[in-house]
Each structure stands twice: as structure tokens, then as C-alpha cells.
């Protein structure tokens, strides 16, 4: 985005509560922030040409992907750290591989149920 183009003004609106969850849901389905979708409805209400607003909320399976490959991550830190105390001959801890498995498939069956609800 251009300097001539960045967003500095800021607008303070106040809602009902009924109105803000209108306006929350209605940005979530659009899959954008409550800002973004209140800059585009009133710009187009003045009858200008809002840009579109970045695809910046994932929705419900995506944040959970993305919370399972950071946690994958880790459990692979862990797995590669034991690998290679195996490789050099020290005893590897059935109690720490068992962690790790025990932690994936927590993690798989969270992100299966949020699988389902999408």
C-alpha cells in the first residue's frame, strides 16, 4: 500500500450489543475483521470505492491447522532430539516417545473435530 494510501484516520462508532454481533458475525462470514468489514460498508455508503480487505481471519479448521502445525513442530523438535541421543548410543526413554505419540494424537483428533465443524 502506498504512503498516500495508508490508513491513519480512525472513526469511532458505538453499537448495541445486538448490533455488534450482527456486524461481528456478518464480518466472520465474509472471513475479514470487524475494522475491515466497517471501513468497506461505509465507504461504500458514501459512495466511494473501498479496496478489499485483506483474507486476514481463517476460519475455525484453519486456526486449528495452523495451532497443529506449530504444535507438530515441537513434538518433531522433541522426536529429532531423541533420534540423536539414540544415534550416539545413549538409551532413548520409552517414556519420552510415548509423549510424543500420546501428543499427536491429541492433536489429531482436535483437529478432526474441527474438521467436523466446519
Known amino acids: 500500500m502506498s504512503n498516500r494510501r495508508r490508513r491513519t484516520a480512525v472513526v469511532s462508532i458505538r453499537l448495541t450489543p445486538a448490533e455488534h454481533d450482527a456486524v461481528r458475525a456478518a464480518a466472520e462470514n465474509a472471513g475479514i475483521g470487524v475494522?475491515?468489514?466497517?471501513?468497506?460498508?461505509?465507504?461504500?455508503?458514501?459512495?466511494?470505492?473501498?479496496?478489499?480487505?485483506?483474507?486476514?481471519?481463517?476460519?475455525?479448521?484453519?486456526?486449528?491447522?495452523?495451532?497443529?502445525?506449530?504444535?507438530?513442530?515441537?513434538?518433531?523438535?522433541?522426536?529429532?532430539?531423541i533420534a540423536h541421543a539414540a544415534n550416539r548410543g545413549i538409551p532413548v526413554d520409552a517414556t519420552a516417545l510415548n509423549a510424543c505419540r500420546e501428543a499427536l494424537s491429541r492433536l489429531r483428533a482436535d483437529v478432526l473435530a474441527a474438521a467436523a465443524k466446519a
Open 35 to 81: 475494522s475491515s468489514f466497517a471501513r468497506i460498508a461505509t465507504t461504500k455508503a458514501a459512495a466511494l470505492r473501498p479496496e478489499p480487505a485483506p483474507k486476514s481471519r481463517g476460519d475455525a479448521l484453519a486456526r486449528a491447522l495452523a495451532a497443529y502445525v506449530g504444535q507438530v513442530s515441537a513434538i518433531g523438535n522433541n522426536v529429532n532430539q
